[in-house]
């Protein structure tokens, strides 16, 4: 079943580890996304990709960096984790005219 | 800059009636989409509905609807017969064909027994 995967769901990590976020989606779309989102918030975009080796930075500013080496993955990745980094993630994938978003990584950090 | 905007912060309304969540927009293109998200409590985003610009009749799914204003950039979301399962976080959204979408700040609707 073509769907779009996030994990882990929820981590809890102490200040200073170094995180990925897995996404990946079976549908076979170019362009993914990845989303900021604190607790009952508005959407923050913080870093797109429209193809394989094609990565931008969304309007939010953000320290972590991603990847797109292939076109059904797009990891997240924090090279040191701290408190402000505690957020809800939300990858997404689309068509031109709908995205599909994946379940969410829920990021604690203390 | 393009912009979208819901002025309802949070909404309630009683189980079996009408709501309409409200969301203005600015651009200054011509042809783009319009999206209702609804995320239910700690639940995956789906999308409710979608609305192509280019297109004057208003996207009806069951019982939700739009009210799409083409002149005034407004695009309200009318729910009808509510249920307790559209208790959920709904963002109003916006692409100029890109893919990429620019969200509201989002309206929490409750709906009550």
């Known amino acids: 079943e073509a769907d779009i995967y996030q994990t882990p769901r929820y981590l809890v990590i102490g200040t200073g580890k170094k995180i990925t976020l897995e996404c990946s989606q079976t549908?076979?779309?170019?362009?993914m996304y990845w989303y900021q989102q604190d607790p009952g918030m508005e959407l923050h975009l913080i870093h797109y990709?429209?193809?394989?080796?094609?990565?931008e930075k969304g309007d939010l500013s953000s320290e972590s960096t991603v990847s797109r080496i292939r076109t059904e993955h797009f990891p997240l990745t924090l090279e040191s984790a701290r408190p402000s980094h505690t957020s809800q993630y939300l990858c997404?994938?689309?068509?031109?005219?709908?995205?599909?978003f994946g379940p969410g990584t829920r990021l604690t950090v203390l | 800059a393009q912009t979208v905007t819901q002025s309802q912060p949070e909404m309630s309304v009683q189980e079996a009636e009408t709501v309409t969540l409200s969301c203005t927009y600015d651009?200054?293109?011509?042809?783009?989409?319009l999206f209702w998200y609804k995320q239910p409590p700690s639940r995956q985003m789906i999308l409710v509905i979608r609305?192509?610009?280019?297109?004057?009749q208003n996207a009806t799914e069951n019982r939700f609807s739009v009210n799409f204003q083409k002149a005034a950039k407004s695009f309200s979301l009318k729910i009808s017969d509510s249920q307790l399962g559209d208790t959920a976080m709904y963002f109003c959204?916006?692409?100029?064909?890109?893919?990429?979408?620019?969200f509201g700040q989002g309206t929490t609707l409750q709906v009550k027994p």
């Open positions: 959204a916006f692409t100029p064909w890109t893919g990429k979408l620019i």
């Open positions: 609305q192509e610009a280019y297109k004057q």
């Open positions: 990709s429209y193809g394989v080796n094609s990565t």
């Open positions: 651009t200054s293109e011509n042809n783009y989409y």
């Open positions: 549908m076979g779309h170019d362009k």
């Open positions: 997404a994938s689309s068509t031109l005219n709908e995205q599909f």
